[in-house]
């Protein structure tokens, strides 16, 4: 019996495209009104991919490793559109992205693929949950990226525009617009743009992605979540009492991941409040425990908000009085140093459904 | 002036999502004895177990020819006809 799903029957190479649009001029406004007669772009002002430009995003990057511009890089859901790199750097050209960062989206669309990630149902849940890209490593210096002050905010070129191409990607080639293939009830600021850098040269522990098995030079991490949820705490050199701020933040009972004990969070430190955390001995494992420990509350709070849970079996027999954790694993809790000086981090509830990967980039 | 348009060409999922199985409640399970030693009682009583546990309906053994064969045809069409889960086991 054949199977339909046989991926060995599966095309490898696109029909490709060509640039076989007409535009008059190279008048943004022109641009702009193309696209929008067509559904296409965010909304925000577009740079023309010409072919020259195209073929100048082609040519910087990954070398005698990168494959044929139009091989299929990856299919994306719903709509199924067929990835290649030529198609990805028409996007990044698009989204206004400096030579040499396609290695970096290349990366991110596979591992937006990856089946931990759903991305079927990140792209068109309710729920506001935006890709949010982690770069580490070579990388970071090489393309540009800010790892410090302000990672999160505008500003910085590479930040913002690699974000902004992967929603392209994902409104233009996996079909998520809004109705037809997002069905987002309020949308998320961090749908336009969502990409920071691993601070490494401030992370007192050994960089995330190392943690994870990923032993290259650089690497792209991607997690579907909400925005971040800041707290701050100036006050205290202990790291209990600061990470009793960040598992209160965790603990909302609005978010996704509270009726999921699988759920995962991202736990982005500032490089101060992770010195003192060093400074007191503590590894990132440890910090991982705590947050898991302060994260909980009486079994009966959560009952009384979710009659529809996916809870371990364990958790469903526990008395009302009985504290539940957050999640069921402190492996579920990552955390990484980004951002500058000042005692700020921030906590990134996951959309629930999906867990996050890591994957080398060829730079 | 020409430029390429964003979208592409529309290919087909990799993996689609198998059905969904069955409640257990409404399953029926048989035990495949490999004829190894043992294999039968031991295949038994795990799917009984199963059965009481799920409210899954335990339906009987079947019996290939021997461990060292591959389940026959007729038994393999039989066994797809009258149920939902299979319980057997492997080598020794």
Redesign the interface.
Known sequence: MEC??D?CA??LV??G??????????DPEE?MALFEA?G?GDGLPLV????ER?AAMLAVGEGEEAPPPDE?VA?L?P??????RR?LA??AV?AGCPNGVLPVITSAVRALTSPEINLQGVNATTHPVAPLLIVHGKAVKKLGFNSGRGTFGPGCRANATVGRAIR?ILL??AGSTVGDGDASTQGQPSKYSYCIAENTEETPWEAFPQRYGVDAESAVTVTCGENPHNFHDMETDNPEIILEKAASVMMTMGSNNAPLSFAEFFVVLGPEHAQIMANAGWSCADVQRCLYEKAKTRAGVFRRHFQVANWADTIREMDDDEMMHITDDPQNIKVLVAGGPGKHSCVIPSWGMTKSVTLPVTV | ????????????????LAEAPKPMSEARIVGLDNRKPGAALLIESAAKRIAQITGATWVGNRSKGTAATPVEDDLLAEIVNDADYVITGTAD
């Open positions: 339909e799903d991926v599966m095309p696109s029909a495209v060509r640039p076989e649009l007409d535009l008059g001029t190279e641009l067509n296409w023309a991919p010409t072919e195209v299929i299919t859901p709509r199924f559109g067929q990835a290649t198609l028409v996007n698009l392209l233009h080639i | 002036m020409k430029i390429y348009a964003p979208e592409g060409s529309i290919g087909r999922p990799i993996h689609g």
